[in-house]
């Protein structure tokens, strides 16, 4: 015969892997519910960019019709930036974002935070992030100059290029000067 499980409050743990609440399209796009300066409130940003994510995905495939694919890989590129780099790494606010973090992340971030990093795997996360920021100008809550910064650093691949493979060549003491030509602050 099989045991239920108990959690610590008396409940049946299945009950607590039932999907979330969905957050209401206005707080998901208030920047003060992107504020990290403590564990809980870096708690309620990832909730929130995973929602807010799933309507930016909504939009590649429904509004833009991007190809599935292509749209997955966007927003899983761009989740990867905004929740482990912004929000986790960092604890910063995804609406107070620059296009030179968005550099930092790809130029040096990823880069040292992943076993094989590689211009094939790095390229739709760059890609999907400058398309979340366009989004984000079309529902009105960010700037468009902004968001085309996002895009412009999106194309410059020969220098992330250059950045992996310089990576690859370290040898000795070399990785300080590495880190110094692109740094995380």
């Known amino acids: 015969m ?16 039932a999907k979330p609440e969905e957050i209401p399209f206005a707080r998901l796009i208030d920047p003060q519910n992107y504020d990290c300066s403590s564990l809980d409130e ?4 990832d909730q929130h960019c995973s929602q807010l994510l799933k309507q930016f995905h909504h939009w590649l495939n429904e509004v833009r019709q991007e190809q599935a694919l292509d749209a997955g890989q966007w927003a899983a590129g761009a989740d990867y930036f905004l929740r482990e780099f912004l929000i986790g790494a960092r604890r910063l606010n995804i609406f107070s974002a620059t296009a030179e973090q968005l550099r930092q992340f790809g130029g040096n971030w990823y880069i ?10 790095l390229e739709p996360m760059l890609k999907g992030t400058a398309l979340f920021y366009q989004y984000l100008t079309e529902q009105g809550v960010y700037t468009a100059q902004a968001a085309t910064l ?3 650093e999106t194309e410059a691949l020969d220098f992330y290029r250059q950045r992996i493979e310089s990576f690859h ?4 003491n070399g ?3 590495w880190d110094l030509s ?3 602050r």
């Open 112 to 121: 040292v935070n992943n076993l094989e990093p590689n211009i094939v795997e």
């Open 182 to 184: 692109c740094p995380v």
């Open 175 to 177: 990785y300080r000067d």
């Open 169 to 172: 060549q370290l040898v000795d």
């Open 150 to 152: 996002f895009t412009a």
């Open 42 to 45: 870096e708690i309620r940003a």
């Open 2 to 17: 099989m045991r239920q499980q108990m959690t610590s409050n008396g409940g049946d743990p299945r009950e607590m892997l």
